[in-house]
T-cell receptor, first 115, second 110 residues
Framework: DGGITQSPKYLFRKEGQNVTLSCEQNLNHDAMYWYRQDPGQGLRLIYYSQIVNDFQKGDIAEGYSVSREKKESFPLTVTSAQKNPTAFYLC??????????????FGSGTRLTVV | DAKTTQPPSMDCAEGRAANLPCNHSTISGNEYVYWYRQIHSQGPQYIIHGLKNNETNEMASLIITEDRKSSTLILPHATLRDTAVYYCIVPTGANSKLTFGKGITLSVRP
């Protein structure tokens, strides 16, 4: 079955360490996205990529980095520069082919806790 | 994205219809209305979208007013598993990124 896989589901890291969250999709979608969600809040866009080897900053990109070397993969690195990294991170992908072009498929998320 | 307004929460009884409202008074003629839902600690799930006409699928129905300034998502027979946060989104422009606000929390009671 096609879908998006995020790993790991839970991640614990010490303060000051960089950590990379994995996101893989086999839907042949061109666009991929990273969102952050804090308790009781909506989703905030960190980075997005509409094509391989290209990506753009979202609303809260500071302290994060991404790469898009393959269509299927869009890893997110949470760097030590991110002041409050503890959050629920969600990856999504989409195709532009459907009417409106905004049908997103989300992964199951990674809950990052920095101690 | 065009601004949408949703009440923060609502509840309904299991087996009854849940009608979730959304205002999008600044919507333009070619902008779609999308609905997603997020069950606790999971990724959001696409439900339905529409432009002008009412839409129905296996999950829900979407009723869009004639002036397109508001819409209602209808879950015809709500179950406990429908308890979730429901997001109404109107994406704007050629860029395909969606903006998720706080949504409306639907609580289905037994």
């Amino acid at each position: 079955d096609g879908g998006i896989t995020q790993s790991p589901k839970y991640l614990f890291r010490k303060e000051g360490q960089n950590v990379t969250l994995s996101c893989e999709q086999n839907l042949n979608h061109d666009a991929m996205y990273w969102y952050r969600q804090d308790p009781g809040q909506g989703l905030r866009l960190i980075y997005y990529s509409q094509i391989v080897n290209d990506f753009q900053k979202g609303d809260i990109a500071e302290g994060y980095s991404v790469s898009r070397e393959k269509k299927e993969s869009f890893p997110l690195t949470v760097t030590s520069a991110q002041k409050n990294p503890t959050a629920f991170y969600l990856c999504a992908s989409s195709t532009q082919d459907s009417p409106g072009g905004y049908g997103y498929t989300f992964g199951s998320g990674t809950r990052l806790t920095v101690v | 994205d065009a601004k949408t307004t949703q009440p923060p929460s609502m509840d309904c009884a299991e087996g009854r219809a849940a009608n979730l409202p959304c205002n999008h008074s600044t919507i333009s003629g070619n902008e779609y209305v999308y609905w997603y839902r997020q069950i606790h600690s999971q990724g959001p799930q696409y439900i339905i979208h529409g432009l002008k006409n009412n839409e129905t699928n296996e999950m829900a129905s979407l009723i869009i007013t004639e002036d397109r300034k508001s819409s209602t998502l209808i879950l015809p027979h709500a179950t406990l598993r429908d308890t979730a946060v429901y997001y109404c989104i109107v994406p704007t422009g050629a860029n395909s990124k969606l903006t998720f606000g706080k949504g409306i929390t639907l609580s289905v009671r037994p």
